[in-house]
């Protein structure tokens, strides 16, 4: 369906996720999203650039959503989804790409799962019993399959968002926010009232996926009045208690009194009296296939899969540094190192960085609660050089939970004189610069940090195998050259490009304040030449 839903709310994406931000941090956790992986592809399918425009696409749009803390689910549709939707025949052999698709996600650090029949049913059951918080869609269908809420997608490419863009506390559009739709908003919002039998029964009067022509001459506004008679809600009771075989019985009942209320308007709520479009109303509608397609749909839950699918769902996955750099080498025509070295430090260190941050919060959680169940026993007091090193991110941690390719730590390395595994430390939070609150973000409080992503080049030149070259003249050898061909004459230098800065250079990100002090609560009140922003 594709009608309008009022009883939104228009959140901002980094508000949204960081009022859940870790997973052990007073209770709080991170904001598990849903996403059906076929309105991916289908939007993927409009890539035209380069080598494998499909996985080009995906990959960057994954690399969009780790920018964020959401803990994100794809969904891919399964072998029992109905042949036909949206008036065409559903092609059940799988989509050719699903192998790389999967590979990108798991090397992301985001989890997949394949549905038994349609992603969207199983989406909105996983919604439903807490497994996830929301489903990121294009559209509301997932409530008709029992969905309590969902994120609407931020793509401009939807023709919706173009037309009433998502605009922040100041009236702009900063592509930073979304509308967020809620069950429970809708039901309760009074120019709404929609439960999903409600809902369920406008999908079939006006169309939706399974029977797009609906009952020819009502609309909108029809369906809605009706639903808000009643008639959904029995007609969803209905689906779900009586027996297949009895409910032709049922819904012979239920239209006679459909067509009275069309016919007289005794209700006062459609309007007014609707008699033509009463007597039009087919003895075979609604189709049980179709009613039951919504209102029984199969997922993990009805074929009794639930309880073992769910406990494969850890959340505990981290990005792969190294993977994602091997899957860049053997997908794209860029994937030789300096392109991948170049296009991972404006497009993944910002990210990577975050779930470092949230995945010290989580280790040192961890380890706390392990340590308060062991009993008391004497220890001596180790030597720590005072603020010698940002304690909630080191180096040993990044090199075995962002990269399974067991590259070592500095302390590994041979030439390196080190007193201890303190001392050795490569740092990678360098400082801390100044602080904002920023209308992007809904005045959520960020700390601007100076980040040594030296590690992380390394961990990603690690999985480049050497099997692509670059191309005989690129940009780097041109832009190298411009940057040092001197002007002998003026004793300036001629103008041209800048040469791309050194991979190991230091990078300044702003971080959500709440995700540093949690991780790094020395660093954040430490008053020495690396830090000068106090708690607050």
Excluded at 33 to 38: E, L, P, R, V
Excluded at 278 to 292: G, N, Q, R, T
Excluded at 515 to 529: H, K, L, Q, R
Aim: hydrophobic share 35%; with cysteine.
């Amino acid at each position: 369906m594709t009608f309008k839903v009022l009883g939104n709310q228009t959140v901002g994406i980094c508000r949204l996720e960081f009022a859940l931000i870790a997973q052990q941090v007073n209770g709080l956790r991170g904001f598990r999203i849903g996403i059906d992986a076929s309105i991916w592809f289908f939007h993927a399918e409009y890539g035209k650039e380069g080598e494998n425009p499909v996985l080009r696409t995906l990959f960057f749009r994954c690399a969009t959503l780790m920018k964020t803390t959401f803990l994100p689910l794809f969904v891919f549709d399964g072998p029992k989804r109905p042949d036909f939707k949206r008036g065409k025949k559903i092609n059940k052999t799988g989509h050719k790409l699903i192998p790389g698709m999967k590979a990108i996600i798991e090397a992301f650090g985001f989890e997949w799962r394949m549905a038994p029949a349609e992603a969207e049913a199983e989406l909105a059951y996983l919604n439903r019993a807490g497994i996830i918080d929301g489903v990121l869609s294009d559209d509301v269908d997932n409530f008709l399959f029992g969905a309590t809420t969902v994120v609407r997608n931020i793509s401009n490419n939807l023709s919706g968002n173009r037309a009433n863009p998502i605009l922040n506390s100041q009236g702009k559009d900063d592509k930073n926010h979304t509308r967020l739709y809620r069950a429970s908003k809708i039901l309760s919002h009074p120019s709404v009232s929609l439960t999903r039998g409600g809902l369920i029964l406008i999908g079939l009067l006006s169309g939706g996926d399974y029977a797009q022509a609906g009952l020819p001459g009502c609309g909108i506004t029809t369906a809605h009045a009706l639903a808000r008679c009643g008639f959904g809600d029995s007609l969803l009771e209905a689906a779900t208690t009586i027996p297949r075989e009895n409910l032709p019985a049922f819904l012979s009942t239920w239209r006679q009194q459909l067509r009275k209320e069309l016919h007289t308007n005794s209700r006062g709520i459609i309007g007014r009296k609707l008699g033509k479009l009463a007597k039009e109303v087919p003895d075979s509608f609604p189709d049980i296939d179709i009613l039951l397609s919504y209102t029984e749909p199969i997922t993990s839950e009805s074929l009794g899969r639930a309880a073992e699918k769910n406990l494969k769902l850890t959340w505990g996955k981290e990005p792969d540094v190294g993977k994602l750099a091997a899957l860049c080498e053997f997908y794209f025509e860029w994937g030789y190192k300096e392109a991948i070295i170049k296009r991972f430090r404006t497009l993944l260190w910002h990210s990577i960085v975050l779930r470092i941050l949230r995945r010290a919060v989580i280790n040192d959680d961890s380890a706390s609660d392990l340590v308060s169940a062991l009993p008391i026993t004497p220890s001596t007091p180790s030597k720590t050089k005072a603020g010698s090193r940002f304690i909630g991110t080191p180096s040993k941690m990044i090199a075995k939970q962002f990269s399974s390719l067991g590259l070592d730590t500095p302390s590994s390395r041979p030439n390196r004189d080190s007193n201890s595994d303190d001392e050795d430390e490569e740092l990678l939070i360098i400082k801390i610069h100044s602080s904002r609150s920023h209308t992007s973000t809904d005045g959520l409080l960020e700390y601007r940090l100076e980040v040594s992503p030296a590690q992380l080049v390394r961990l990603a030149e690690a999985g480049i195998k050497g099997t692509r070259e670059p191309p005989e003249k690129d940009e780097w050898a041109s832009d190298e050259a411009a940057a040092d061909d001197d002007d002998s004459d003026s004793g300036k230098k001629s103008k041209g490009p800048k040469p791309p800065p050194d991979p190991s250079s230091h990078l300044r990100l702003w971080m959500p304040a709440c995700m540093v002090e949690a991780a790094e609560p020395d660093g954040s009140e430490e008053n020495d030449s690396r830090s000068v922003i106090s708690r607050t």
